[in-house]
């Protein structure tokens, strides 16, 4: 079965430094790892995807996360984090393997960027 | 194309009435999705629809949830006699047939069951 880890309910950062935030999953075979981005009173945004290949994929905002298969890890970077990314960040999964393209969201991390 | 669209925004129901909600995907989008949110958890799937057909169901969808894609356009969801545990989010997202894709949410509809 596939689930998804996000060990940290809350990140604090300061604006202007690094972000990172945490993913860790488990899924048969090769997974799709996907990030998603949830800002108040707004749905759900795609931020970036791994599938394949390089193992640090950019996407949206200036957002990166990097893959480490042997840690089964996705974790969300950001090299200077902005006030304006305080929002709720979700990692999710899907396996590869399957035609089912049914997707596993993590239980969510608040970012706080503090001016 | 405007994304996908949920209609209502919010919905406030009595315990033990049905409710429907709609979902227009984006129109291109072969795939169409259904996840209900709660008050800090992450999107649970309930099922999935390729064209009109239903291929999965999460075992969260009790007899009571039934959802439909009839013409492989829109989609609704109805929850016959509603319970307060069904209070939720309830999210409806599209993507493309590739697998690798990553989904487009809608806004959600917000359900109070009183």
């Known amino acids: 079965a596939q689930s998804v880890a996000q060990p940290e309910d809350q990140v604090n950062v300061a604006e202007g430094n690094p972000l990172t935030v945490k993913c860790t999953y488990s899924?048969?075979?090769?997974?799709?790892l996907f990030w998603y981005v949830q800002y108040p009173n707004r749905g759900l945004q795609f931020l970036l995807k791994y599938i394949t290949g390089d193992n640090l994929v950019k996407g949206s905002y200036g957002f990166e996360a990097e893959f480490n298969k042997s840690q089964t890890s996705f974790h969300l970077k950001k090299p200077s984090a902005l006030v304006s990314d305080s929002a709720l960040y979700f990692c999710a999964v899907r396996a590869s393997n399957t035609g089912g393209f049914k997707t596993i969201f993590g239980a969510g991390t608040r970012l706080f960027v503090k001016a | 194309d405007t994304g996908v669209s949920q209609d209502p925004r919010h919905k406030i129901t009595k315990r033990g009435q049905n409710v429907t909600f709609r979902c227009d995907p984006i129109?291109?989008?072969?795939?169409l999705y259904w996840y209900r949110q709660t008050l800090g958890q992450g999107p649970e799937f309930l099922t999935y629809f390729q064209n009109e057909a239903q291929l999965e169901k999460s075992r969260l969808l009790s007899d009571r949830f039934s959802a439909e894609r009839p013409k492989g356009s829109f989609s609704t969801l109805e929850i016959q006699r509603t319970e307060q545990g069904d209070s939720a989010m309830y999210l409806c997202?599209?993507?493309?047939?590739?697998?690798?894709?990553?989904?487009?949410f809608g806004s959600g509809t917000r359900l109070t069951v009183v």
């Open positions: 997202a599209s993507s493309l047939d590739q697998g690798w894709e990553g989904y487009t």
């Open positions: 129109s291109e989008h072969n795939r």
């Open positions: 899924v048969s075979g090769n997974p799709y």
